[in-house]
């Protein structure tokens, strides 16, 4: 985009061209901050179901006063020729016009019979509810294209707008148990199903280990606020802050940390956490992998808000050790995560971890034990403790 917006400002400005973007994000709000940074102030629509079913981006279409696709992918950049072959011609208006105002449709109306196994009629349901539902309907979408699914679980395109609907929901006050993990699972079956599809391939890769990752997701987030502030400007904000494996760069081989770590509750002595202060939810991206390939965890901290609970930022960081299987392999063993400045806090918490399955991999279903240390607190002015809670990391093994 910055390439071709560089190339045409002039014609921009000039009022011959008008640029309009269309995005597959799952995070729009980054495209905002990224436009602001770049300085292009031309409209984004927003696309992260890919209802336009597009199987790869950037796909650059030359559209006429009369909203007919003139060229596809005219030569990137190369303005002079898209002058001569297109803003320069004159076209035929088409022999009808649609005319039709768009309004909004009665949704209910379009829900298909309970007990229809019409995949078809389940998608365009759940898409419709997407568009015009808005928030206040995600759960229906969600429910509608999961009975899509239920109609036949190989509709690739069902699967990736399941897994959009999930994960929008992980992110919003609306959140439930297990959402990250169910759109990783719709994501990798999406991706099985159609493996050449780029979208589907790079929502996994988004989460996923660094072996895996074409480039860096979004390492230019920091540039752009830094920037955005040194013109006198304030930053897009974002909704969901990108972390970890989205800041991640990809590696060419997995080296696992040489350093001694000291196990740091080896006897178990530290009181158990039986999830009544603390909630842990582990998510394994991808969540099946192939002997010798790597996954990585995402391992999220929560207090629970129902005891009041929140974290005791005046004492030790939270630290996490791995007691990986015999011949699997993990970058450390043992982790730390900083405090933040506040004396107590109740955010959620999130460390991420790669982990290497060994050559000789078995089929199936393998639990990786781990144990979380931390200072949580009960209620407001309550009682603060040490506390320690065991974790399984899960992960399939799968032979090809």
Same mark, same amino acid.
Request: proline share 9%; charged share 25%.
């Given at each position: 985009?910055?390439?071709?917006?560089?190339?045409?400002?002039?014609?921009?400005?000039?009022?011959?061209?008008?640029?309009?973007?269309? /995005?597959?994000?799952?995070?729009?709000?980054?495209?905002?901050?990224?436009?602001?940074?770049?300085?292009?102030?031309?409209?984004?629509?927003?696309?992260?179901?890919?209802?336009?079913?597009?199987?790869?981006?950037?796909?650059?279409?030359?559209?006429?006063?009369?909203?007919?696709?003139?060229?596809?992918?005219?030569?990137?950049?190369?303005?002079?020729?898209?002058?001569?072959?297109?803003?320069?011609?004159?076209?035929?208006?088409?022999?009808?016009?649609?005319?039709?105002?768009?309004?909004?449709?009665?949704?209910?109306?379009?829900?298909?019979?309970?007990?229809?196994?019409?995949?078809? +009629?389940?998608?365009?349901?759940?898409?419709?509810?997407?568009?015009?539902?808005?928030?206040?309907?995600?759960?229906?979408?969600?429910? +509608?294209?999961?009975?899509? /699914?239920?109609?036949?679980?190989?509709?690739?395109?069902?699967?990736?707008?399941?897994?959009?609907?999930?994960?929008?929901?992980?992110?919003?006050?609306? $959140?439930?148990?297990?959402?990250?993990?169910?759109? /990783?699972?719709?994501?990798?079956?999406?991706?099985?199903?159609?493996?050449?599809?780029?979208?589907?391939?790079? $929502?996994?890769?988004?989460?996923?280990?660094?072996?895996?990752?074409?480039?860096?997701?979004?390492?230019?987030?920091?540039?752009?606020?830094?920037?955005?502030?040194?013109?006198?400007?304030?930053?897009?904000?974002?909704?969901?802050?990108?972390?970890?494996?989205?800041?991640?760069?990809?590696?060419?081989?997995?080296?696992?940390?040489? +350093?001694?770590?000291?196990?740091?509750?080896?006897?178990? $002595?530290?009181?158990?956490?039986?999830?009544?202060?603390?909630?842990?939810?582990?998510?394994?991206?991808?969540?099946?992998?192939?002997?010798?390939?790597?996954?990585?965890?995402?391992?999220?901290?929560?207090?629970?808000?129902?005891?009041?609970?929140?974290?005791?930022?005046?004492?030790?960081?939270?630290?996490?050790?791995?007691?990986?299987?015999?011949?699997?392999?993990?970058?450390?063993?043992?982790?730390?995560?900083?405090?933040?400045?506040?004396?107590?806090?109740?955010?959620?918490?999130?460390?991420?971890?790669?982990?290497?399955?060994?050559?000789?991999?078995?089929?199936?279903?393998?639990?990786?034990?781990?144990?979380?240390?931390?200072?949580?607190?009960?209620?407001?002015?309550?009682?603060?403790?040490? $506390?320690?809670?065991?974790?399984?990391?899960?992960?399939?093994?799968?032979?090809?």
């Amino acid at each position: 985009m910055p390439g071709w917006h560089d190339a045409t400002k002039e014609l921009q400005d000039a009022g011959k061209l008008q640029m309009v973007g269309i /995005i597959q994000e799952q995070h729009p709000d980054r495209a905002r901050l990224f436009m602001q940074w770049k300085k292009m102030g031309w409209p984004i629509l927003v696309d992260s179901y890919n209802l336009l079913d597009v199987p790869v981006v950037p796909i650059t279409l030359a559209i006429d006063e009369y909203g007919v696709i003139r060229q596809i992918n005219p030569p990137r950049g190369d303005v002079d020729l898209l002058e001569r072959t297109f803003l320069s011609q004159t076209f035929e208006p088409p022999a009808s016009l649609a005319g039709e105002r768009l309004t909004v449709p009665d949704l209910s109306s379009l829900r298909p019979p309970p007990r229809s196994g019409n995949v078809e +009629a389940w998608k365009a349901y759940g898409d419709v509810l997407a568009v015009w539902g808005g928030a206040v309907r995600r759960d229906d979408a969600i429910g +509608a294209y999961a009975a899509a /699914i239920r109609s036949d679980a190989d509709d690739a395109m069902a699967q990736f707008r399941l897994a959009v609907a999930y994960r929008m929901r992980y992110d919003s006050d609306a $959140r439930r148990d297990g959402d990250f993990n169910k759109a /990783i699972e719709h994501w990798a079956n999406a991706l099985e199903i159609d493996p050449n599809q780029y979208i589907f391939r790079r $929502r996994i890769q988004q989460y996923g280990p660094r072996l895996d990752k074409p480039y860096p997701f979004y390492d230019w987030v920091n540039t752009a606020r830094a920037e955005v502030e040194a013109r006198g400007e304030v930053p897009s904000p974002l909704v969901v802050e990108p972390r970890g494996a989205e800041f991640a760069h990809p590696t060419e081989s997995f080296t696992p940390s040489e +350093a001694p770590e000291a196990e740091p509750d080896p006897r178990g $002595r530290v009181l158990r956490d039986e999830s009544q202060f603390i909630t842990i939810e582990t998510i394994a991206v991808p969540p099946v992998i192939e002997p010798g390939a790597t996954a990585r965890f995402h391992i999220v901290f929560r207090p629970v808000e129902e005891n009041l609970s929140h974290w005791n930022n005046e004492a030790e960081e939270l630290a996490f050790w791995i007691d990986p299987p015999r011949g699997w392999e993990v970058e450390r063993r043992y982790l730390t995560l900083p405090l933040p400045p506040e004396v107590v806090s109740q955010e959620a918490r999130v460390l991420e971890v790669e982990v290497r399955a060994p050559e000789g991999s078995r089929s199936g279903s393998v639990t990786i034990p781990a144990y979380a240390l931390y200072y949580v607190c009960e209620d407001v002015n309550g009682v603060c403790m040490y $506390r320690r809670q065991d974790v399984e990391l899960q992960v399939a093994v799968r032979r090809q």
